[in-house]
């Protein structure tokens, strides 16, 4: 005959399953962003260092004040890590 002990297991086990399933799908799309949100770091830091030697190549059209803030920026910028 129809076992109901048997057919609770089994749902069960049916929804721990589904929760595990949902729960690694959900940690490998967390994986994801993060590895994108490293991608678009490191294109933003190349971006900077870009704009830092063009920056340094064009030194004399600064004021001596804005020269100066812009050296403390690099140099924070550089010291970030």
Same mark, same amino acid.
Do not use: H, P
């Given at each position: 005959?129809?076992?109901?002990?048997?057919?609770?297991?089994?749902?069960?086990?049916?929804?721990?399953?589904?929760?595990? /399933?949902?729960?690694?799908? &959900?940690?490998?799309?967390?994986?994801?962003?993060?590895? $994108? #949100?490293?991608?678009?770091?490191?294109?933003?830091?190349?971006?900077?260092?870009?704009?830092?030697?063009?920056?340094?190549?064009?030194? /004399?059209?600064?004021?001596? &004040?804005?020269?100066?803030?812009?050296?403390?920026?690099? $140099? #924070?910028?550089?010291?970030?890590?």
């Amino acid at each position: 005959m129809f076992d109901f002990a048997d057919a609770v297991k089994s749902v069960g086990e049916a929804f721990t399953s589904l929760f595990n /399933y949902f729960s690694k799908s &959900k940690e490998a799309q967390s994986e994801s962003e993060v590895i $994108k #949100d490293k991608r678009k770091a490191e294109r933003a830091n190349n971006i900077a260092e870009e704009i830092f030697l063009l920056v340094d190549k064009c030194r /004399y059209g600064f004021s001596d &004040k804005d020269w100066d803030a812009y050296l403390d920026l690099k $140099k #924070d910028f550089n010291n970030k890590d």
